[in-house]
């Protein structure tokens, strides 16, 4: 069965660049979601997007914007990285079935990111 | 708010031995969703098992069993027979209903190590 995908699999970046990580949700999802794994911690999440539109916003720092495409896919964008955003960032992606239930949330492989 | 406890930051077996992830969560609604996924050292989250709040029964999947108590607020995680492939990183995850936000919150996660 197809699972999300994630690119790049790995990023290496320096303090202030910027990066963008990209999410191919499971053909027919139409629920994104992007969680932040710190180091040793617990996955948090960050925001979502259901049919298109932002749906919910977690701790995600001004620095960051994310949109979800009309073919479902959802890029992040991190500006000014700081070397605090190393972390593994997970896409997970889920039928909204909207919005009435909550389907179990799949998760891509992440990607991590380090920052120098 | 959500919140998920898992007390057991690390267990460590032998491997045949049976081991019980414990999971305690707060949560003021009355329609919400359980999970635990695993996190083997290759770093992807992997989906375990979804419950929502009016199904308590529990579940047994091969060696893997939950234990779903409301009047608790647990939702525990035993694997019989542990194997050394059964080591990894698990998390017990909450997920409310209402308010149209679909996030997971994440307990810290409990480490399993099964020694051969």
């Known amino acids: 069965a197809a699972g999300v995908i994630q690119s790049p699999r790995h990023l290496i970046k320096e303090k202030r660049e910027t990066a963008t990580l990209k999410c191919y949700p499971i053909p027919r999802h139409d629920t994104v979601y992007w969680y932040q794994q710190g180091p040793g911690q617990d996955p948090q999440f960050l925001i979502s997007f259901y049919e298109k539109m932002q749906s919910d916003k977690g701790s995600i720092p001004d620095r960051f914007s994310a949109q979800q495409f009309s073919d479902y896919h959802s890029e992040l964008n991190m500006s000014s990285l700081e070397l605090g955003d190393s972390a593994l960032y997970f896409c997970a992606s889920s039928d909204g079935q909207g919005g009435f239930q909550q389907d179990t949330q799949y998760f891509g492989p992440g990607t991590r990111l380090t920052v120098l | 708010a959500q919140k998920v406890t898992q007390a057991q930051t690390e267990i460590s077996v032998v491997e045949k031995e049976d081991v019980t992830l414990d999971c305690v969560y707060e949560?003021?609604?009355?329609?919400?969703?359980l999970f635990w996924y695993k996190q083997p050292p290759s770093g992807e989250l992997v989906f375990l098992i979804r419950r929502n709040s009016f199904d308590e029964q529990n579940e047994i999947s091969g060696r893997y069993s939950w234990n779903f108590q409301k009047s608790t607020s647990s939702f525990n995680f035993t694997i019989t027979a542990s194997q050394v492939v059964d080591s990894a990183v698990y998390f017990c995850?909450?997920?409310?209903?209402?308010?149209?936000?679909?996030?997971?919150?994440f307990g810290k996660g409990t480490k399993l190590t099964v020694n051969p």
């Open positions: 949560t003021r609604d009355t329609t919400y969703y």
């Open positions: 995850a909450l997920s409310e209903a209402q308010g149209g936000s679909e996030k997971l919150v």
